[in-house]
Nanobody, 116 residues
């Protein structure tokens, strides 16, 4: 129901940084939760980071290296990843929940490929 469009993926050199953006069709200030997930070929989609009640949460691998943020004026959420590694190669998806009982609404994904 909520429309999300990711951007910012591409080919990145190992050790570099990438900034992903997700434009949301709802007011981001009203959403229960916003999150980033990623999925590599042959693997399940995994959690990266989220915002709930103005507080951030990160997967262990993302702590200290990734930053999730939002700009309510632009209804946009972001994921910045520093010091990227080849194992970060995956399709990255933004997702939101309108309410705590809502299912996740997903974007179409943006591919991040990290080269050595």
């Amino acid at each position: 129901q909520v429309q999300l469009v990711e951007s910012g993926g591409g080919l990145v050199q190992a050790g570099g940084s990438v900034r992903l953006a997700c434009v949301v069709s709802e007011r981001t200030s009203t959403l229960y939760a916003m999150a980033w997930f990623r999925q590599a070929p042959g693997k399940e989609r995994e959690f990266v980071a989220s915002i709930r009640h103005n507080s951030d949460d990160y997967a262990d691998f993302a702590k200290g290296r990734c930053t999730i943020s939002r700009d309510d004026a632009k209804n946009t959420m972001y994921l910045r990843m520093n010091a990227v590694k080849p194992e970060d190669t995956a399709a990255y998806y933004c997702a939101v929940k309108r309410f705590h009982y809502s299912p996740w609404d997903w974007g179409q994904g943006t591919q991040v490929t990290v080269s050595s």
